[in-house]
């Protein structure tokens, strides 16, 4: 069966398996201090104009969130995020789990507005009552979204802006960065990104590599002792060159990129199946997750076919199903794709 | 100057300290297992119609809700609040400390809607991907509410009734109960609390105690070893007996109903002088909190000689703000008010 | 029954409960910024002649002990504490609640020696392995230990300069720290005990009052928000006068050091009668806690006619066990107990 | 440089890498639910002839430690260990971050003996004031343990009695569990293991796997909501396939074994080796790591040329260091080791 369950339904790239092989029988140091890892953070660096980076890699993207998250955030402090946001939905209460509150803002699209963003920040400080309230200590943001949307450069200016304007660091949860830089029409690059979040994550795991997320900290901002509040919370692993390898070869002749083009352009494809099809869309997502509402009666006869992701209950007659392209996507899935459509279009 | 900032301004009632003072020379064993914690704990079940409730008595209201809240929900499980709720706005994140989520939901001047609360719990298992999420294994409620209200007892009974049906107890946050149990016009008793209710706390702080909750376990539901949990939350009494004499007090001659009625009676006659007055109420509160609106120089003129409470910025001229009675207000307290205000109202 | 169970058998001080009385009606600001605690904060820097101490007021011992540490160690140490500790034995693992690890250490009679404590912070950076271990980041003492002994001016010195060397501070737990500081043959003062270390606490439970300790920051070392941090584990009184106006009568008229005279006194006399009667001491305490050792029999008739503690059985024949006195003994109590030992001795 | 470091220095062993390779471009659903790690448990209820284990895989040891320990103990509960164990020691504080104390007994060469677990298990519940302790929740041991060293049948069967009498769970961390059981003259196997033990985990990163373990409930004891835990805790990972795969390779053709077996062959050969050279050993241990004591100068010249282990200063000339022997280690490895140790004897 076909699937455009999640971007994350194969293993890795040929590419970086391969350099799993070849590397496999050195003996290297754990911990991530083997030569691997450092050649990925120094081509990660150099791929992100920022030479004094400081980068560690972790196996996940909710485990790279909660060390992160609780390794930055001081005792009185929560974090800002979308009420939409994967830390406030689908992490089962992992950062709460660290002793911090998730700031819940409302959200367009999955993204936070600036302007809410800082009338929330304004009215905490005006509120008389507020040491006995949460601080708002840093804002997370997602990028792409979890509805596949995209932050522009303006946006993402004007919230690097107000954190700094309130000494807070501004965190984006790159799960799924390749695919959003690698966007039609996105005008904000890994530099960009760089320069304007204090900490932010590559994600791995869901564009190509088996598991890890490549975390940096653009300013000197690693918190003091790092490696040992990653152990702290069960995040560091023995074999620190599982994810240096990899991350070693996705930075590697342009291969991260390579894979986020390849997954835009099957998902450009994918929206146009479905606009062909007739079927509507949930919104308008310029990246590799396509949300459209299906019937009852399409999706038991797609279910039987296709692998795809239930997204949330539209009313009693409609869902909202997510589908999603990646590195791993091929032309004859979006053909075999399109074939049960129509049969489908016939049937219904 | 006058003060109606809050209903914890004085000390204690002076049938408490009387007591304190009375069997202040006594040798009794600490924590809570003196002769005063037990009579007192008889004296409430008696008045909750409770004859097997569990008692405990600790020292304050978030220190109650945070041992309550993270020893009974279990590891998977957050706690439903409204999105007002104390939990959820003035603890400074105590729930969150103990690694569990609170879920807010959207409010009706500070309750919770039983519609909202079934929908909630609908939608969560209707969800595929609830297991990624933070399941529902409390409703927390506060009667009276932040902003005064009262759930009447069809609302608290169809609330119950939902809790029940999802196997999931009801909490409700009493830090006010005495105030709320002798409103005009509710038809909530304190029996129904106990019937209603899985767990609840009746508050002596805010209801002419020094400081001490009375904390009621109403099924047989009381954690195992729950000394030991709230010793190690560092809440724990030493001499126990400071709860258990106020509480015994307290219980003693109808006297916490007594402080209710008092603070109700005045701040009925509050909300008259606001009516004469002129001063717009924010909501219709029947309890002991009344929230009027107030414009800047209003605000300016009577902080010189009255104390009340910020509450929000209602616009850029308008601010809300609150007056509270308690037992400690008297007939003095409301006619300088009302003659502040003619001041006031004259100037301005 | 007489009791010497413990030093907090009683309520307060008759001095202290004064005081509560005569302020009781006063309309006060809540969270301890009321005039009282302001008093009783500047009555506490001149006795400690540190006019710069910060100080807050908290309601109970494992209460400051657990706000304290959690707020001021970092995410990646635990404190140092004697095995025999109360943080490490009688606090229901409430220091691990928080997220952070006892490092327990050999104790001698309750105390840490100091050179035990340089061998391990040499030990500790000498390991390769240290990062992944819980970096030691406080040394907690108390003073009187557990055992009621005391440390001397010149080991309490040495302390102070390891950890300062380490840059680490030095926190002692003084839940009986008044009767330390009267203790016959002492050299260590309260001006002492500020100087050498960067936190302590003052006890007042076991020295007076009805709850309440104050907390002393030595060195503008204070946590940031240290409000919100303490509200953040519910161990901010709303009532703050509670605490404020008991210490202030505790500070006033030398009345904490004359309640600490009274109770090394009758634990003076105490000491005698043991003596007299031949009951072996466990160890040579010099504070207001004297351990006896009694045979199986002896503790049967004697636990009829007085309350005392267990402490460990020491062998299948020996019990050691616990008197204490207070501000609350009396020379009745002595004579009483001289008389029952007196009958005991006759029978046995 | 040729290494003995650990049992991690390698990557995957080719039987297992080859089977990630062959599987990496099937379309499998996430976190654990594909058809590998159906497979691979299958094969582990086999090999442990406990057909009812429940079974899920995690990243790493220290992860799977605070995983299971955390989600099994009670609020009011601890975790018995050995002084040295891995969680008490090297796992910078993980298990106390999750709010649970790690109670310290004493060892013998790495080892809990079944008389001072007794002993502690009756002191604690005879001791009055244990409610204000932390209780014993679970008894951690490492099989082998943290010095190689292994618990025979008897010892292991005593553990348990003792455990189930006081019905507390006995979780063996067997990160080394291959070496263990391979061990020449043990008489344990892996069907004692789940007889006798309520939860274990099978190590993979050092036995084999580039990343994973195999946690284990014996008796259908895996805590209820199981999966949600695992991601609350940062632990579940996307693509499950990573351990399933991996594990199924493990289990498959007696792989696990035969590594074990290697390794320990290699270790006795290396044991033998010191013997010849005449380095003294710390310890016996029977497993794949060897601790032999050095002298400063040995270290100096022997470091340039292999890679090993520092374990702890023994005095001022020597120090303890580990070899470990892996599925990795060759003959050659062997030889160059020995031929290093010679000319080392040989300038001396």
């Given at each position: 069966m076909i699937s455009f369950e999640n971007d994350y339904v194969a293993g890795a790239h040929p590419q970086v398996l391969k350099r799993l092989m070849e590397t496999n029988l050195e003996s290297l140091s754990g911990y991530g201090s083997d030569p691997y890892s450092e050649s990925a953070k120094a081509k990660i660096r150099k791929a992100c104009q920022c030479p004094d980076a400081e980068i560690e890699f972790l196996a996940g993207g909710t485990q790279t969130n909660l060390v992160v998250i609780s390794s930055v955030l001081r005792d009185w402090e929560g974090v800002i995020a979308a009420k939409t946001g994967h830390i406030n939905v689908h992490e089962a209460g992992a950062i709460e789990y660290t002793?911090?509150?998730?700031l819940a803002l409302p959200h367009k699209e999955g993204k936070i507005e600036p302007e809410a963003l800082k009338n929330y920040l304004e009215s905490f400080y005006a509120d008389e009552t507020y040491p006995h309230m949460v601080f708002p200590g840093m804002v997370y943001i997602s990028?792409?979204?979890?509805?596949g949307t995209l932050y522009s450069l303006k946006e993402l200016t004007q919230l690097s802006e107000i954190c700094r304007s309130y000494h807070i660091p501004l965190y984006m949860d790159g799960a799924r960065l390749g695919y959003g830089l690698m966007s039609n029409g996105t005008d904000v690059t890994l530099p960009d990104v760089a320069r304007l979040c204090d900490i932010f994550y590559i994600g791995g795991t869901k564009v190509g590599a088996l598991c890890g997320e490549a975390l940096v900290f653009t300013s000197g901002n690693m918190p003091q002792n790092f490696i040992t509040s990653i152990k702290k919370r069960g995040a560091l692993l023995a074999k620190g060159r599982l994810c240096g390898v990899q991350f070693d070869a996705l930075f590697s002749d342009d291969l991260y990129f390579e894979i986020g083009r390849h997954a835009i352009s099957t998902s450009e494809e994918l929206k146009n199946i479905f606009h062909r099809k007739g079927i509507p869309f949930y919104l308008e997502s310029p990246t590799n997750q396509q949300f459209v509402i299906l019937t009852g009666s399409q999706m038991e006869v797609l279910k039987r076919q296709v692998r795809f992701s239930f997204w949330e209950k539209l009313d009693n007659e409609h869902t909202v199903v997510r589908f999603a392209t990646s590195w791993s996507t091929t032309e004859d899935d979006l053909e075999y794709l399109e074939k049960i459509l129509s049969f489908e279009s016939a049937r219904s």
């Amino acid at each position: 069966m076909i699937s455009f369950e999640n971007d994350y339904v194969a293993g890795a790239h040929p590419q970086v398996l391969k350099r799993l092989m070849e590397t496999n029988l050195e003996s290297l140091s754990g911990y991530g201090s083997d030569p691997y890892s450092e050649s990925a953070k120094a081509k990660i660096r150099k791929a992100c104009q920022c030479p004094d980076a400081e980068i560690e890699f972790l196996a996940g993207g909710t485990q790279t969130n909660l060390v992160v998250i609780s390794s930055v955030l001081r005792d009185w402090e929560g974090v800002i995020a979308a009420k939409t946001g994967h830390i406030n939905v689908h992490e089962a209460g992992a950062i709460e789990y660290t002793g911090h509150k998730v700031l819940a803002l409302p959200h367009k699209e999955g993204k936070i507005e600036p302007e809410a963003l800082k009338n929330y920040l304004e009215s905490f400080y005006a509120d008389e009552t507020y040491p006995h309230m949460v601080f708002p200590g840093m804002v997370y943001i997602s990028h792409p979204t979890e509805y596949g949307t995209l932050y522009s450069l303006k946006e993402l200016t004007q919230l690097s802006e107000i954190c700094r304007s309130y000494h807070i660091p501004l965190y984006m949860d790159g799960a799924r960065l390749g695919y959003g830089l690698m966007s039609n029409g996105t005008d904000v690059t890994l530099p960009d990104v760089a320069r304007l979040c204090d900490i932010f994550y590559i994600g791995g795991t869901k564009v190509g590599a088996l598991c890890g997320e490549a975390l940096v900290f653009t300013s000197g901002n690693m918190p003091q002792n790092f490696i040992t509040s990653i152990k702290k919370r069960g995040a560091l692993l023995a074999k620190g060159r599982l994810c240096g390898v990899q991350f070693d070869a996705l930075f590697s002749d342009d291969l991260y990129f390579e894979i986020g083009r390849h997954a835009i352009s099957t998902s450009e494809e994918l929206k146009n199946i479905f606009h062909r099809k007739g079927i509507p869309f949930y919104l308008e997502s310029p990246t590799n997750q396509q949300f459209v509402i299906l019937t009852g009666s399409q999706m038991e006869v797609l279910k039987r076919q296709v692998r795809f992701s239930f997204w949330e209950k539209l009313d009693n007659e409609h869902t909202v199903v997510r589908f999603a392209t990646s590195w791993s996507t091929t032309e004859d899935d979006l053909e075999y794709l399109e074939k049960i459509l129509s049969f489908e279009s016939a049937r219904s």
